[in-house]
């Protein structure tokens, strides 16, 4: 019976130790960013670099919020002096394209007016991070 038991208490730590694992695993693929099967949502559409120094005319889906900034761990790179490290995320909460400012330097602009408070944004508002404009489609 007791070795019974122990093998019994062997299986139940490995399945622990997998389900553990997959855990790790499912954190890490969130923190990279959104995968290739995010499905846009119908009022997500899409971010269109306006203008910028380095990605101009580059366009995102909106779906999975993502976030923007200077540094290469950024979901969106922009190569932007003004831009803080990682400066903004957006995406889609709630049926509604969403934009929060995460504590940048220089500020984060909609349509010419500085943003610190979670914002909701709708199609052809223009977000400004330091001189790189982009625009919601």
Known sequence: MPALFLNLLKLI?????YLFLWQIGRSIGAHIGPSQSVRRSK???????????????????IGAPVVLGRSE???IFIDDAYAS??????GVQDDSVMLNDLGSTNGTYVNGRRVTVPTSLQKGDA?????TIIEVR
Request: hydrophobic share 45%; charged share 25%; no cysteine.
């Open 13 to 17: 730590f490995i399945a622990l130790i």
């Open 43 to 61: 009022k997500g559409g899409e971010l269109v670099v306006v203008r910028s120094d380095s990605i101009s005319g580059h366009r995102f889906p």
């Open 73 to 75: 761990d950024a979901d």
């Open 85 to 90: 490290e990682f400066h903004v995320r957006i």
């Open 127 to 131: 977000v400004q991070i330091g001189k």
